[in-house]
């Protein structure tokens, strides 16, 4: 199995937006859903937003509103336009199927995105 890849953070401040982007292999792809997950220092790794094959989108709490995932099937890829971003968005973010065995599965290196005060 190969991992994703993830690409788009960076350095923004408060307020500002951002968009992720995820080039996933055929076989994390073909799983009923996808989802953007993320891992600020000393927490753990938290589920974002998912996007199932039907269509069903969900997100946390804490990023309705300002966040929106999409997915595009020809190209293995799943979004995510960050929007309004707060200093409390700064982690390492991640995509994989959902759900996860975050223990097991394999995941990329993930994109950083900072959001400065």
């Known amino acids: 199995q190969v991992q994703p890849v993830e690409s788009g953070g960076g350095l923004v401040q408060a307020g500002g937006s951002l968009r992720l982007s995820c080039a996933a292999s055929g076989s994390i792809f073909s799983s009923n859903a996808m989802g953007w997950y993320r891992q600020a220092p000393g927490k753990q790794r938290e589920l974002v937003a998912s996007i199932a094959r039907g269509g069903i989108i969900k997100y946390a709490d804490f990023v309705k509103g300002r966040f929106m995932i999409s997915r595009d099937y020809g190209r293995n890829t799943v979004y995510l336009q960050m929007n309004n971003l707060k200093p409390e968005d700064t982690a390492v973010y991640y995509c994989?199927?959902?759900?996860?065995?975050?223990?097991?599965?394999?995941w990329g290196k993930g994109t950083l995105v900072t959001v400065s005060p």
């Open positions: 994989n199927a959902v759900p996860v065995n975050y223990d097991t599965a394999y």
